[in-house]
């Protein structure tokens, strides 16, 4: 079945850090990849998303790059700022999972100034 | 444009009571969902709606009912709630018949069993 792996948090860095935010997924079909956050008592929203091979992402300064070769899906930043401190949650959907999502465990990120 | 709302947003249940969980979507989604989180967990999905008039069951099922009241509305029950239902449980909807949109997310509700 399909499956997402996240590098495992907490993230702690300063303001203005680079950030990287490993994903690694498991798909039988041809999957759509997602980067969600989830802000301190809110619900997840789409940060990027990319739906085939080499496709970049971008919002906000945030960047990921489908790579089919090594099935991963790596979020970065060059510069956090401190209203970057929430969850992320790298995810997929695929053509042959009843257009179910399936989430990673999460990252937590937070940012000192 | 409301997107996707849940109510409660707070709820402290008592072990052996019983509650039902609301959402509604205003975006026409023939899917919907419920999640439940759980700190080092991420989400797990309790249920979902394909279609409205269709409900099937995601991984972690035991002690919950679901409804599709109509395309818009999909409610989650607990029966007799229990200390282990203690989460926060989040709906979305998606379009399932396009697999590159996303899932858009309610802002979820807090529930504590005592």
């Known amino acids: 079945g399909d499956s997402v792996t996240q590098m495992e948090g907490p993230v702690t860095l300063s303001e203005e850090a680079f950030l990287t935010i490993n994903c690694t997924y498991t798909?039988?079909?041809?999957?759509?990849l997602f980067w969600y956050v989830q802000y301190p008592g809110e619900g997840l929203q789409l940060l990027l998303k990319a739906t085939k091979a080499d496709d970049k992402g971008s919002n906000k300064g945030f960047e990921a790059t489908y790579r089919k070769e090594t099935t991963s899906f790596h979020l970065e930043k060059g510069s956090v700022q401190v209203s970057d401190s929430a969850v992320y949650f790298c995810?997929?959907?695929?053509?042959?999972?009843?257009?179910?999502?399936?989430f990673g465990d999460g990252t937590t990120l937070t940012v000192k100034p | 444009n409301a997107g996707v709302t849940q109510t409660p947003k707070f709820q402290v249940l008592k072990t052996g009571q019983s509650m039902t969980l609301q959402c509604a979507q205003d975006m026409n989604h023939n899917s919907m969902y419920w999640y439940r989180q759980d700190p080092g967990m991420g989400l797990r999905l309790i249920y979902y709606?394909?279609?409205?008039?269709?409900?099937d069951k995601g991984e972690v099922p035991n002690g919950y009912n679901v409804s599709r009241l109509n395309k818009r509305e999909f409610s989650l029950r607990l029966e007799s709630a229990a200390p282990s239902q203690t989460s926060v449980y989040f709906c979305a909807s998606s379009e399932i018949r396009i697999w590159n949109t996303e899932a858009f997310f309610g802002q979820g509700t807090r529930l504590t069993v005592v």
């Open positions: 709606s394909a279609s409205e008039g269709t409900t």
């Open positions: 995810a997929l959907k695929s053509d042959t999972n009843a257009g179910k999502s399936t």
């Open positions: 798909a039988t079909g041809y999957p759509s």
